[in-house]
């Protein structure tokens, strides 16, 4: 039974790492460089690997409120989270990680089952217009504008090169701007 009383905006406490504190699941070492160069043929996951995995995923959507997050990075995230319907059941979406980590015994935070992956993408919707005029603030204004007015050409040079905007930068602190 899906938990239709799960939300961020005012969430249980059960789902109080999804948008808060996290774990560090990284190694505490760097791996050997040469077992780099020559990976072994197979990976052996265990399944608290792959919830670990699908936990990761999850603790991107927590950059979308740090304005230092680059715009691509929260592009991209916001890709995953807001992607087709169609798209929901396949093994790492949004609504996927959501049903691991939220029902997996190996899960990271308490047990709190099935979560309305709509509740979440409403939440994230909702802060959204926030998240992103505190990261435009750190841009001068030609780049606001940009955003504001065509976000799919400045999606598509980013895409391109996620350099872009610094490098637009660095080429007007050099030269100044032609029209001032």
Not at 6 to 15: D, E, I, N, R, Y
Not at 59 to 78: C, V, Y
Not at 124 to 137: E, G, Q, T, Y
Request: proline share 8%.
């Amino acid at each position: 039974m899906l938990h239709t009383s799960t939300s961020l905006v005012h969430p249980p406490a059960a789902l109080n790492g999804f948008m808060g504190a996290t774990q560090s699941v990284f190694p505490d070492q760097s791996p050997h460089p040469l077992s780099l160069d020559d990976p072994p043929d197979r990976i052996d996951w265990s399944e608290e690997d792959i919830v670990f995995l699908h936990w990761r995923l999850l603790q991107e959507i927590n950059q979308l409120s740090d304005p230092a997050t680059p715009l691509e990075d929260k592009f991209d995230t916001l890709r995953w989270v807001f992607t087709e319907r169609d798209k929901d059941q396949q093994p790492f979406s949004f609504v996927n990680c959501l049903r691991v980590v939220g029902c997996s015994p190996l899960s990271p935070i308490a047990y709190c089952g099935l979560v309305d992956a709509q509740d979440i993408r409403d939440h994230i919707r909702n802060k959204l217009k926030v998240w992103l005029s505190d990261s435009l603030a750190r841009y001068p204004q030609w780049v606001r504008d940009a955003i504001a007015n065509n976000p799919q050409w400045v999606e598509a040079r980013l895409a391109r090169n996620p350099q872009w905007i610094n490098e637009q930068l660095k080429q007007m602190s050099e030269q100044g701007d032609l029209f001032t």
